[in-house]
């Protein structure tokens, strides 16, 4: 049996980027290179996603290469919870007394 989160489908593998939704008004991907000089032998170019921060690929050549270290949070807009609902002072009035507590009776001999 198939839970619906197992059934859900994305898009295509090695689909364009284009075709992901932009992020805060930027592009869902930023490029990275190894080197800003053009012709260096073996460069490596990366994208890292504005979508989940820590998701990069990295690619020689070939050879590519998929990571993501995160928290697994979205970069969205944050709207943090609000505050709870503030509480009933405490009714003192219950609590404070002039009188003193009993004193506990000494403990017998048979106690000792």
């Known amino acids: 049996e198939w839970t619906e ?3 859900e489908e994305g898009p295509e593998q090695l ?3 284009e075709a992901d939704a932009e992020v805060n008004n930027a592009a869902a991907w930023s490029p990275l290179y190894s080197s800003s ?3 260096v032998k073996n460069q490596v170019a990366g994208l890292r996603s ?4 820590g998701a990069a690929c990295a690619c020689q050549g070939s050879h590519f290469t998929n990571i993501y270290a995160g928290w697994g949070i979205k970069n969205e807009p944050f709207v943090p ?4 609902p503030v509480s009933k002072e405490y009714d003192f009035a219950l609590v404070e007394s002039a009188e003193l ?4 009776a000494p403990p017998s ?3 000792e």
């Open 5 to 7: 989160e197992e059934l």
């Open 37 to 39: 000089i053009e012709h």
């Open 15 to 17: 689909a364009v980027l």
């Open 50 to 53: 504005n979508l989940w921060p």
């Open 101 to 104: 507590p009993p004193k506990p």
């Open 81 to 84: 919870l609000p505050p709870p």
């Open 109 to 111: 001999d048979e106690q």
